[in-house]
T-cell receptor, first 112, second 113 residues
């Protein structure tokens, strides 16, 4: 059974700190790993990592895929209060249709 | 573009009642999905439709049915609601059935008493 585990489940830091969120997975025939940010409502897409694109960066956010360790990290530098959210990791395997398996999420709180 | 829309935003049901959650997307996406989100459990797939005319079970399909009405619309039906179905329900869509990010609707908060 495919499985995605995120850590930590909850994290509280001060504005300006750098944070690293972790995601490990077990999936049959890995295709891609995705990161989403969820504030009050719908998850919004951040990054997709694949075998051909193991590193992505957008502003203060960056993510790396380690296929050997079956894991990914999401880094946020110079955090701001607007980064407070739940960060979700999801993995897609080749199962005949696109089905994402999500982790539990990491709740990140940035205090001013 | 509105993206993915869902109705209603909130709903309270009594045990045994039925209801249908509606979802529509205007991005001409082929694939659509229904998830539920419970505290501490992330998102779990209920049903999905890889393309118009097809539907398949996800991880937690029991107690639900779906209809892919056309390419735009994908509805989720609870025939006889149970308290265990209290959750936040998200609809999502993606361009293709492989290798594309999913876009989520704003969610429906359902309480079954």
């Amino acid at each position: 059974e495919d499985k995605v585990v995120q850590s930590p489940l909850s994290l509280v830091v001060h504005e300006g700190d750098t944070v690293t969120l972790n995601c490990s997975y077990e999936v049959t025939n890995f295709r891609s790993l995705l990161w989403y940010k969820q504030e009050k409502k719908a998850p919004t897409f951040l990054f997709m990592l694949t075998s051909s694109g193991i590193e992505k960066k957008s502003g203060r956010l960056s993510s790396i895929l380690d296929k050997k360790e079956l894991s990914s990290i999401l880094n946020i530098t110079a955090t701001q209060t607007g980064d407070s959210a739940i960060y979700l990791c999801a993995v897609e395997g080749i199962q005949g249709a696109q089905k994402l398996v999500f982790g539990q999420g990491t709740r990140l709180t940035i205090n001013p | 573009n509105a993206g993915v829309t869902q109705t209603p935003k909130f709903q309270v049901l009594k045990t045994g009642q039925s209801m249908t959650l509606q979802c529509a997307q205007d991005m001409n996406h082929n694939s659509m999905y229904w998830y539920r989100q419970d505290p501490g459990m992330g998102l779990r797939l209920i049903y999905y439709s890889a393309s118009e005319g097809t539907t398949d079970k996800g991880e937690v399909p029991n107690g639900y049915n779906v209809s892919r009405l056309n390419k735009r619309e994908f509805s989720l039906r609870l025939e006889s609601a149970a308290p265990s179905q209290t959750s936040v329900y998200f609809c999502a869509s993606s361009e293709a059935w492989q290798g594309n990010e999913q876009y989520f609707g704003p969610g429906t908060r359902l309480t079954v008493t």
